[in-house]
Nanobody
Framework: QVHLVESGGGLVQAGGSLRLSCAAS????????MGWYRQAPGKQRELVAS???????NYADSVKGRFTISRDNAKNTMYLQMNSLKPEDTAVYYC??????????????WGQGTQVTVSS
């Protein structure tokens, strides 16, 4: 019933920009925390950026000043604006949300991921 769908990934040259989006659909009562994670080949999944329902943000040191996370609570959608992309940003990016369904409790949900490839 709940789906997190990422979009906006693709191939971009170093120094370019991409904007990822994550749309949550289903019988959602509320979404508390949301975040973007990424996993590069041979590496562990890591937090890229997170945002609370109130708009408080947190970023990995590696993306500070380059990435901006935002959310539209009315649309249950989260965004990640990625500027000045570097080859080391290449990874599968995953959307994560802590949300509550109607007549339910809060649980963590994950999207299926979207590939971001930055060429040098």
């Amino acid at each position: 019933q709940v789906h997190l769908v990422e979009s906006g990934g693709g191939l971009v040259q170093a120094g370019g920009s991409l904007r990822l989006s994550c749309a949550a659909s289903g019988n959602i009562f509320s979404i508390n925390g949301m975040g973007w994670y990424r996993q590069a080949p041979g590496k562990q999944r890591e937090l890229v950026a997170s945002i609370t329902s109130g708009g408080r943000t947190n970023y990995a040191d590696s993306v500070k000043g380059r990435f901006t996370i935002s959310r539209d609570n009315a649309k249950n959608t989260m965004y990640l604006q990625m500027n000045s992309l570097k080859p080391e940003d290449t990874a599968v990016y995953y959307c994560n949300a802590l949300l509550r369904l109607y007549r339910g409790n809060e649980y963590d949900y994950w999207g299926q991921g979207t590939q971001v490839t930055v060429s040098s």
